[in-house]
């Protein structure tokens, strides 16, 4: 069992910077894909950025590439998001995700769920 527990969410100005972090605790080794998603609402969950804990190879979707990075902490077993240039369309619930082997960016691919942090961004 894996459990994800996000952190570092909250309310800024359009053009400002969150670092939002997710902690993993379980069964998560280097197998493991690690992705973060959001839903804003009244719209379905999306794929944000993802990466694999053995790999350094990074993806992200194109509405947050160059200013979004994903990294991970292997001796801490977290993953962070940072958020530079925030826009307010980027206002949503943010989830980290984990799933064992293939890396995906579908969100019913991914088995384990934190309970999400809200990004609210004003204009």
């Known amino acids: 069992q894996v459990q994800l527990v996000e952190s570092g969410g909250g309310l800024v100005q359009a053009g400002g910077s969150l670092r939002l972090s997710c902690a993993a605790s379980?069964?998560?080794?280097?197998?493991?894909?690690m992705a973060w998603f959001r839903q804003a609402p009244g719209k379905e969950r999306e794929f944000v950025a993802a990466?694999?804990?053995?790999?350094?190879?990074?993806y992200y979707a194109d509405s947050v590439k160059g200013r979004f990075t994903i990294s991970r902490d292997n001796a801490k077993n977290t993953v962070a998001l940072q958020m530079n240039s925030l826009k307010p369309e980027d206002t949503a619930v943010y989830y980290c995700?984990?799933?064992?082997?293939?890396?995906?960016?579908?969100?019913?691919?991914?088995?384990?769920w934190g309970q999400g942090t809200q990004v609210t961004v004003s204009s």
């Open positions: 379980g069964r998560v080794d280097s197998s493991y894909a």
């Open positions: 990466l694999r804990w053995s790999a350094d190879t990074t």
């Open positions: 995700a984990a799933r064992r082997r293939v890396l995906t960016m579908i969100p019913s691919d991914y088995n384990y």
